[in-house]
């Protein structure tokens, strides 16, 4: 008997476009009522994920089971149950706000009383009640993504998949999807979604996958994959272009968990950034500029990759 | 700031899903709901013409035309043998203009047959919605086309009526192949204007709709009748004029059905590919 509260169960899971393989055989759980996440770079592979997930795209190898079903034969009946928010808006521009939600209500066979009702109640949830009329075109980025999630929701799915949910957004903006995510995340949605951005990850994923290259690197809660792969303190420095080469042999003398020099900036991993400080001073460096700051997701994904997660 | 409560569904299966023509239903009603909103326009295009056609050709041109003698028209008015056949040839017209862009549009510019594809509904309902939206703009086109031509005294049989489920048929030979090529497309729209150019407009002069097709050269004759636009002409033209028979207009109706069919396999496996990538 499969454990009711595994909502999506992935084993080896692959897809090839061509002699091209964006997932490379990956294995995963989704739980009721978490939020989950797939952070890596672009092109690692999280798209072609959600897609199959979304249940169109077809898998062209492993296992995956949504919702105790196949997406290959049970695809529309899967889709019913999902809400999903796509990296493109994929809204009808020509069509007002309201237009939109009823349209696509209508999809799902909804009654129209329904979806009346449920467009005013998620219109106030995004924020756009004053505009449900108002067509979409002039809306802003961040209205279109609000309009997209209302859009997502209209079918009370069981499980929202968010590809890239704030990519394109001004920090603003991003700060109210997050808002928004987090909200229905504590309303007990269960949330799967796709990011670059690390602090998206830690804000909003309870347990996220580390992707790239097509293949999962890691996998935990922030916290447990920040314990493991990296230090508590971060010293980041940064010298003048002359001295960066020079300085960073020398600092090879200070006891460290672990070194990295970037093309910009050296960054030692310690337990006391502070301490660690003293003993650059003491070799007689003296950086332009230094910061002690906490790990993050982002030190995580260049110890096990090799690379920074805006590089791509 | 208070939010509203959300509901979220705990389990229950299999909602949302209906039969296939159920399914389609649906995604026509999106296209009708966009169509709410440029109704107006379509009419008086659909309305002005034919008007302008039938009056500058069939009754201008006409004039000449039936001055000259009328025998290699089968003895009726110019008038009386354009009108049925550009019937045929508007709804050719129409079906282009829902097919091409429109599917180009909401697959790749708007992308929402993408949204719609994330929803119960599967490509194929997704391409039948659609072709349901051509064949209601069809047959708007074609009774609009039948009442101008009425008017204008251009209609010899009752026979006529029949006239305008043919010239649909005739628009959806067109409209299913067209729609599965645009859907495919995958960079930009420019295949549409040669299509247009080189496609429709000789398909528009040379498939009997202005004269019969025995005054071309005989060694083109054979591309005329293979053209389903010619089959269109001359059935509708038949009916029209009352000079049916039995055998020739299945025969029109079944090669149109034959197209328009191929046009429907085609289509259901060229929006799967691209929508379930």
Redesign the interface.
């Known amino acids: 008997m499969p454990d009711p509260d595994v909502l999506i169960r992935a084993r080896g899971l692959t897809k090839r476009?061509g002699k091209f393989t964006a997932v490379d055989g990956i294995d995963f759980e989704l739980r009721r009522g978490e939020a989950f996440g797939f952070l890596g770079p672009n092109g690692a592979g999280k798209s072609s994920t959600m897609?199959m997930i979304?249940c169109?795209?077809?898998p062209s190898g492993g296992e995956l089971t949504i919702l105790g079903l196949d997406p290959v034969t049970d695809?529309?009946?899967i889709?019913?149950?999902?809400g999903?928010v796509?990296q493109?808006d994929?809204?009808?521009?020509?069509?007002t706000v309201r237009?939109n939600l009823?349209?696509?209500g209508?999809?799902?066979?909804?009654a129209r009383a329904v979806i009346a009702e449920r467009t005013s109640?998620?219109l106030?949830?995004v924020q756009l009640s004053d505009r449900a009329d108002d067509h979409v075109e002039p809306l802003s980025g961040g209205m279109k993504r609000r309009l997209t999630i209302a859009?997502s929701?209209i079918?009370?799915?069981?499980i929202l998949i968010l590809d890239e949910p704030t990519t394109g957004l001004d920090p603003q903006a991003r700060h109210v999807v997050w808002d928004r995510l987090f909200?229905?995340k504590q309303?007990?949605?269960t949330l799967i979604l796709t990011t670059h951005y690390m602090d998206e990850a830690e804000q909003l994923c309870d347990r996220l996958v580390v992707m790239d290259g097509g293949k999962i690197a890691a996998e935990g809660s922030p916290r447990e994959l920040i314990e493991t792969y990296s230090s508590r303190e971060v010293l980041e420095l940064r010298f003048s272009t002359f001295e960066h080469d020079q300085a960073a042999d020398k600092l090879a003398a200070v006891p460290a968990e672990r070194t990295e020099v970037l093309a910009d900036r050296v960054l030692l991993y310690v337990g006391d950034g502070d301490a660690a400080m003293a003993s650059v001073r003491g070799l007689g460096l003296e950086p332009l500029t230094s910061l002690v700051r906490r790990s993050t997701l982002e030190d995580v994904f260049l110890r096990l990759t090799g690379r920074r997660l805006e590089d791509g | 700031m208070t939010?509203?409560?959300?509901?979220?569904?705990?389990?229950?299966?299999?909602?949302?899903?209906?039969g296939p023509w159920?399914?389609a239903v649906?995604?026509f009603?999106?296209w009708l709901?966009?169509y709410r909103?440029t109704w107006r326009g379509t009419i008086y295009s659909s309305v002005l013409m034919p008007v302008l056609y039938l009056g500058a050709m069939g009754l201008g041109l006409g004039t000449l035309v039936n001055h000259h003698g009328t025998a290699g028209l089968g003895g009726v008015s110019y008038l009386d043998f354009l009108a049925p056949g550009l019937m045929a040839a508007t709804a050719m017209q129409t079906a282009m203009g829902e097919s091409l862009y429109p599917v180009f549009s909401a697959v790749k510019w708007?992308?929402?047959y993408?949204?719609?594809?994330?929803?119960?509904?599967?490509p194929g309902d997704i391409f039948r919605g659609h072709l349901l939206f051509t064949t209601m703009r069809l047959v708007m086109n074609m009774v609009v086309f039948l009442a101008i031509m009425s008017l204008f005294g251009a209609v010899r049989s009752a026979w006529v009526v029949a006239a305008v489920p043919v010239a649909v048929l005739t628009g959806l030979a067109f409209a299913t192949p067209l729609d599965a090529f645009a859907v495919s497309q995958k960079k930009n729209d420019q295949a549409f204007a040669v299509i247009f150019r080189f496609g429709m407009i000789p398909l528009f002069l040379f498939s009997g709709t202005f004269f019969p097709v025995t005054q071309l050269p005989g060694w083109i004759r054979p591309l005329a009748y293979a053209t389903p636009l010619w089959h269109g002409v001359a059935l509708c033209r038949a009916l029209s004029l009352g000079s049916a028979d039995l055998v020739g207009s299945l025969g029109h109706i079944a090669y149109l059905t034959a197209i328009a069919g191929l046009g429907l396999i085609a289509g259901e496996r060229a929006y799967r590919r691209r929508?379930?990538?």
């Not at chain 1, 209508?106 to 909804?110: D, I, K, S, T, V």
């Open positions: 476009f897609r979304g169109v795209s077809p695809g529309s009946a889709r019913a149950r999902l999903v796509p493109e994929t809204l009808d521009v020509e069509l237009e009823l349209v696509y209508r999809y799902f066979g909804l109640r998620l106030d949830f859009r929701l079918n009370e799915p069981e909200r229905l309303q007990g949605v | 939010v509203p409560a959300l509901r979220v569904r705990r389990s229950q299966a299999g909602t949302g899903v209906a159920q399914m649906r995604a009603q999106s709901v966009n909103r708007q992308q929402t993408q949204a719609a594809a994330a929803t119960p509904l599967k929508l379930h990538v």
